[in-house]
């Protein structure tokens, strides 16, 4: 250290800082840990549907359309759930009870399965749909540069008197609130347009195959500037949030004790625990749930529709990576497709992607034109 110098931060001040963020890390792994648990038996929940379905489906030949007609008299009919701000509030409490029904579950699956792969209505959309929920899992996990710039121009914020801690309690509940809301406004958009489809249709059709193009469209002009990985960027924000709440209260508990002047009111700590709580059990419950299911009807799949060594493979094969491509490699891609886990459902597809672009490798021009996107 020079002459006339100091350091920005002491010795000990760096120690716990260092202890923090250690405390920080721990307590936003848990509550991810816990947020995916429970949000995934939530989802499992929907398992019971998915194999109905599919049972119906292998005994029909085709799935009995009485749900998506219900989907629509609940989501659709009547004049004044057209009203943008009835719509809204009607999304808004929505989402805390009965936020996805059986008949919500089986007109989005029917409209995923039609846009994306019509020729195998058996499609495991229900496991496909958990696998893409554990690769977002990964994202959500993580630590981004933006997160700890928030947190460094919040400590610079927090000023006495300003009880700054207190009011940032509330910034999760209601960006998750909001979220949720989005979310079910997003099914009843998809509602609305299904119903319109109908009414536009110049006689009711009468058969069954007919009535199957009467369905929800997924689209990315749904979500927020088209882009459904916001809605991620949201949810991982708002769990890091509640992560950097709790943390710094144990952390001043732990260090400074209870009675500590940075602790403020016994009122405020009450609150901001309560708060905390809040938005664990409505993110794991209600959010979460409901983002596994909602944004699967963006434009095109996720990355989690093949296994990720099949992923790759296309991803090193669309760079150009494998221009020179044997028969002998073509052959190998095949059967790892064949591997993939969905039991054979997807693999048809992943062949055909590979047989239809064999001949012509070298002019694939970019990633983008694969049927799959990474959040």
């Not at 010795?11 to 947020?35: D, G, M, P, R």
């Not at 409209?111 to 994306?116: A, N």
């Not at 949810?235 to 949030?241: A, D, E, G, S």
Request: charge should be positive; hydrophobic fraction near 45%.
């Amino acid at each position: 250290m020079e002459k006339g110098k100091v350091p920005l931060l002491s010795l000990e001040a760096l120690h716990q800082l260092h202890i923090f963020i250690f405390v920080l890390a721990v307590v936003h792994v848990i509550f991810c840990v816990s947020t995916m648990f429970l949000g995934g038996v939530r989802i499992r929940q929907w398992k019971v549907w998915e194999d109905s379905i599919r049972q119906e489906i292998s005994v029909r030949g085709n799935m009995n359309m009485n749900m998506n007609n219900e989907f629509l008299k609940q989501r659709a009919q009547g004049y004044w759930r057209k009203a943008a701000v009835v719509s809204w509030m009607i999304s808004f409490f929505k989402q805390f009870r009965g936020s996805v029904t059986k008949s919500d579950y089986t007109a989005l699956r029917l409209g995923f399965i039609k846009e994306h792969c019509p020729q195998n209505p058996i499609f495991d959309f229900h496991k496909y749909m958990v696998r893409t929920l554990e690769v977002d899992f990964k994202k959500v996990v993580g630590i981004s540069w933006y997160l700890w710039l928030f947190v460094v121009v919040f400590l610079l914020l927090n000023v006495a008197g300003w009880h700054s801690y207190f009011w940032l309690s509330f910034l999760p509940v209601i960006l998750l609130l909001f979220v949720g809301a989005k979310l079910e406004h997003i099914i009843t958009r998809l509602a609305h347009e299904a119903q319109a489809q109908q009414e536009q249709s110049p006689v009711v059709e009468k058969n069954t195959k007919d009535r199957e193009g009467t369905r929800v469209k997924p689209s990315d002009k749904h979500f927020w500037f088209s882009r459904p990985a916001l809605v991620l960027d949201l949810i991982h924000f708002i769990l890091f949030q509640n992560s950097f709440e709790i943390a710094f209260f144990f952390w001043i508990l732990c260090t400074y004790g209870f009675n500590s002047c940075i602790m403020e009111k016994p009122g405020f700590i009450i609150t901001r625990l309560v708060m905390g709580v809040i938005v664990q059990v409505l993110c794991s419950y209600c959010t979460m749930p409901l983002y596994a299911l909602v944004t699967q009807m963006g434009s095109a799949f996720k990355s989690g529709m093949f296994e990720e060594h099949v992923e790759s493979l296309f991803k090193h094969w669309a760079k150009g990576k494998h221009s020179d491509q044997t028969v002998e490699s073509q052959i190998q891609m095949q059967k790892m497709a064949k591997e993939s886990p969905q039991n054979g459902q997807i693999s048809e597809q992943a062949i055909v992607v590979i047989e239809e672009t064999s001949t012509s490798i070298t002019e694939l021009p970019s990633l983008a034109q694969l049927p799959f996107t990474s959040f």
